[in-house]
């Protein structure tokens, strides 16, 4: 039977109708329709983790509005429409002053939902759908959402080592996915691997670019979490290493369950708050 020219499972390019592997990447055509079909639920499944991310960010920074008490600019663009920083303390950000003086550990986790104004947010949120289906794509999505949440965790932690007072925002997160795919491009090697490498060094690179030119900028966040990233890259690996295993999932579960109870923590102890003003 005639084979029909159908995308690559890994790299998303053409796989001509005589061809048993990419050109692109030099992965094997899938070799029956069970292949195509499994691969489209894996996809699908890591469509729905972005999104629910990118929701849940959207309705913390709608609540950050209602919250305020008045809404800011000032010299920072990306502080244009942007909660004050009562409303952001209260719903979770994070940094020396809010663990070292209210013990809020669980902030390590919160604050990559939370952003100082609509720009912080959109920049975010579009770095986020363009790195997580790649990420989703070489790791597998509960993986990729451990490298979200454990990314952001770790970029935080540096910031908080390095004595940062106030920091919110989901780049340290997302610098945690950018992290593991830089790992897995040197790690691959090939052809297709020096390709991410040399994508997702341009992240970087425009990262710092933007650190050095933008006033408040987290760089230390941004650093944990690259750091982190290819650290939680490295130890658990990638889909050419061998599928998701239970850990994961596990894991995965424990990271949503844990982000989960903080979030609602956040939203709780907010509204108290102001009920009893």
Same mark, same amino acid.
């Given at each position: 039977?005639?084979?029909?020219?159908?995308?690559?499972?890994?790299?998303?390019?053409?796989?001509?109708?005589?061809?048993?592997?990419?050109?692109?990447?030099?992965?094997?055509?899938?070799?029956?329709?069970?292949?195509?079909?499994?691969?489209?639920?894996?996809?699908?499944?890591?469509?729905?983790?972005?999104?629910?991310?990118?929701?849940?960010?959207?309705?913390?920074?709608?609540?950050?509005?209602?919250?305020?008490?008045?809404? =800011?600019?000032?010299?920072?663009?990306?502080?244009?429409?942007a909660p004050d920083? #009562?409303?952001?303390?209260?719903?979770?950000?994070?940094?020396?002053?809010?663990?070292?003086?209210?013990?809020?550990?669980? #902030?390590?986790?919160?604050?990559?939902?939370?952003?100082?104004?609509?720009?912080?947010?959109?920049?975010?949120?579009?770095?986020?759908?363009?790195?997580?289906?790649?990420?989703?794509?070489?790791?597998?999505?509960?993986?990729?959402?451990?490298?979200?949440?454990?990314?952001?965790?770790?970029?935080?932690?540096?910031?908080?080592?390095?004595?940062?007072?106030?920091?919110?925002?989901?780049?340290?997160?997302?610098?945690?996915?950018?992290?593991?795919?830089?790992?897995?491009?040197?790690?691959? =090697?090939?052809?297709?691997?020096?390709?991410?490498?040399?994508?997702?060094? =341009?992240?970087?690179?425009?990262?710092?670019?933007?650190?050095?030119?933008?006033?408040?900028?987290?760089?230390?966040?941004?650093?944990?979490?690259?750091?982190?990233?290819?650290?939680?890259?490295?130890?658990?690996?990638?889909?050419?290493?061998?599928?998701?295993?239970?850990?994961?999932?596990?894991?995965?579960?424990?990271?949503?369950?844990?982000?989960?109870?903080?979030?609602?923590?956040?939203?709780?102890s907010t509204l108290?708050?102001?009920?009893?003003?």
């Open positions: 039977m005639t084979q029909r020219a159908m995308l690559c499972p890994r790299c998303r390019k053409i796989i001509g109708s005589n061809e048993v592997t990419c050109s692109w990447c030099g992965a094997s055509r899938p070799s029956s329709l069970l292949a195509s079909a499994a691969w489209t639920r894996g996809a699908l499944d890591g469509d729905w983790l972005i999104r629910a991310i990118i929701t849940l960010n959207i309705g913390f920074y709608i609540l950050s509005l209602m919250v305020s008490s008045h809404r =800011g600019g000032g010299l920072n663009p990306l502080s244009f429409m920083q #009562t409303s952001l303390l209260l719903l979770g950000g994070t940094g020396t002053m809010p663990i070292g003086q209210f013990g809020r550990y669980w #902030t390590l986790i919160s604050a990559s939902y939370l952003h100082g104004g609509i720009l912080h947010l959109i920049f975010n949120l579009m770095a986020l759908r363009q790195i997580a289906p790649w990420v989703s794509q070489e790791y597998g999505p509960n993986r990729m959402f451990i490298i979200y949440t454990l990314g952001g965790v770790a970029g935080f932690w540096v910031s908080w080592l390095a004595g940062v007072h106030f920091t919110i925002g989901a780049s340290a997160a997302v610098c945690g996915l950018i992290g593991s795919l830089l790992y897995f491009g040197k790690s691959r =090697g090939g052809t297709y691997g020096a390709m991410v490498y040399r994508e997702v060094s =341009g992240w970087v690179i425009g990262l710092i670019l933007f650190g050095l030119i933008m006033p408040g900028i987290n760089n230390w966040g941004h650093g944990g979490g690259l750091l982190g990233g290819i650290l939680l890259g490295m130890m658990l690996g990638y889909q050419d290493h061998g599928n998701e295993t239970a850990f994961h999932r596990i894991l995965s579960l424990s990271c949503v369950v844990l982000t989960v109870g903080v979030l609602g923590w956040a939203i709780f108290v708050l102001i009920l009893a003003r």
